[in-house]
């Protein structure tokens, strides 16, 4: 199977208004998407963040787990959090990725606003390949990845859709799903 990776995409993203703004990290999403990535396989997940603040922010949770009270109190955390790699940019992504793996990512946008897409099948088909790329999964923060980011994409992955119109999944949420469609037993 290909390596896979996620980035989380703080910036550039949507506000809820559509104007391009930079969203801040949360504790929640580093520990649910590290421990998400870990179950699924993910090879990295990048944290994606233009302010060195917040990278720092970033970097004090997972060493907490890694390093400090809770390395000792729980293994599995630290484990998950082990695959997290705090970078400035999507074009830091896309070169880490390629040096790990050997090979560009094919990358994949995610949204929950667009209207049709690639199936999950189909990417799956694309990771099981024996000839297979790797493949980055951009998921966007706040309201979704602005344009500039988007249209970077090779594949627009269709949106997970509930049985009716109310659509607006937390980052985490979305993730977990979209990571159980294409790794999952």
Excluded: C
Excluded at 125 to 148: C, H, N, Q, S
Aim: net charge positive; glycine share 6%; no cysteine.
């Amino acid at each position: 199977m290909a390596d896979l990776f996620v980035a989380l995409i703080h910036h550039p993203v949507l506000d809820r208004n559509g104007a391009i703004v930079t969203a801040a990290i949360t504790s929640l999403d580093i520990h649910d998407l590290a421990r998400a990535s870990r179950t699924y396989e993910v090879r990295t997940l990048f944290i994606v963040h233009p302010v060195q603040e917040q990278r720092n922010f970033a970097a004090r949770v997972v060493d907490h787990w890694k390093f400090d009270f809770g390395r000792a109190h729980d293994s599995r955390r630290r484990e998950a959090l082990e695959r997290v790699r705090i970078v400035s940019d999507v074009d830091g992504t896309i070169a880490a990725a390629e040096h790990a793996s050997g090979a560009r990512p094919l990358l994949v946008h995610t949204s929950a606003r667009t209207t049709h897409g690639t199936s999950y099948l189909d990417l799956r088909a694309k990771l099981e390949a024996p000839d297979a790329r790797p493949v980055m999964l951009l998921i966007g923060t706040g309201f979704g990845l602005a344009p500039a980011v988007a249209e970077r994409a090779d594949i627009r992955l269709a949106p997970i859709l509930g049985p009716a119109d109310y659509n607006h999944l937390s980052v985490r949420a979305a993730a977990g799903i979209i990571l159980d469609r294409l790794r999952g037993r």
